[in-house]
């Protein structure tokens, strides 16, 4: 079954200690992103990545990293995590991040609830 | 700076009727319009996707509009569900090169009550 999946689904943490939230893709599609979603502010960009080795800062970057070694997977990592960081994330992929003869989706994971207190 | 501005932010329609949800946006260059369906506590998924040259597009009760022209979608959703109660939400895409393309309304929040 095609599908984004990540993990954990919930986090609880503490200020400053380190987390990662990992995003795995089995459809061998290019384009990754981190998205955060906060009541009020919809659903902003954090990072993405349009291939292998290759990222960028979305919208929100600050305080949060993203690596992409191999193709399927994207995580992201607080180094410090703090409380405005409590938010639930999401991480899509698509087959790339445009093409000029087809549109093409993007699918989402089922999200993280991360509490930082 | 682009902007996606959806309305009304919330609604709330009895079961079997029709409804129509807006969205206005500033994006430029455009390149498509997304309207995603996202149930509480889940990812988006994909209704629709429409280009610049089309002005709708069906999936199944529910059928999309756009007017490059005025910058305006609609989502109609006819003979709605119960399970029709979710947030929609509308992303333009810019059409430039960069990978943050992606311009995310803030959605319209719909119960469908029976």
């Known amino acids: 079954e095609a599908q984004v999946t990540q993990n954990p689904r919930y986090l609880i943490t503490v200020t400053g200690k380190k987390l990662t939230v990992t995003c795995s893709q089995n459809m061998n599609h290019e384009y990754m992103s981190w998205y955060r979603q906060d009541p009020g502010l919809g659903l902003r960009q954090i990072y993405y990545s349009m291939n292998v080795e290759v990222t960028d800062k979305g919208d929100v970057p600050e305080g949060y990293k993203v690596s992409r070694k191999e193709k399927r997977n994207f995580p992201l990592i607080l180094e410090s995590p703090s409380p405005n960081q409590t938010s639930l994330y999401f991480c899509a992929s698509s087959f790339s991040f445009r093409t000029a003869e087809w549109v093409d989706t993007q699918y989402f994971g089922p999200g993280t609830r991360l509490t930082v207190l | 700076k682009n902007q996606v501005e959806q309305s009304p932010q919330s609604l709330i329609i009895l079961e079997g009727k029709n409804c129509t949800l807006q969205c206005n946006y500033t994006v430029s260059p455009f390149s498509n319009l997304r309207w995603y369906k996202q149930d509480t506590g889940r990812g988006p998924v994909s209704l629709t996707i429409?280009?610049?040259?089309?002005n709708t597009k069906s999936n199944g009760r529910y059928t999309a509009t756009l007017d490059a022209d005025t910058k305006q979608s609609s989502l109609h959703i006819t003979a709605s569900q119960l399970s029709d109660s979710a947030s929609y939400i509308c992303v333009v895409s810019a059409g430039n090169n960069a990978g943050n393309m992606l311009t995310f309304g803030g959605g319209t929040r719909l119960m469908v009550k029976p």
């Open positions: 429409m280009t610049f040259s089309e």
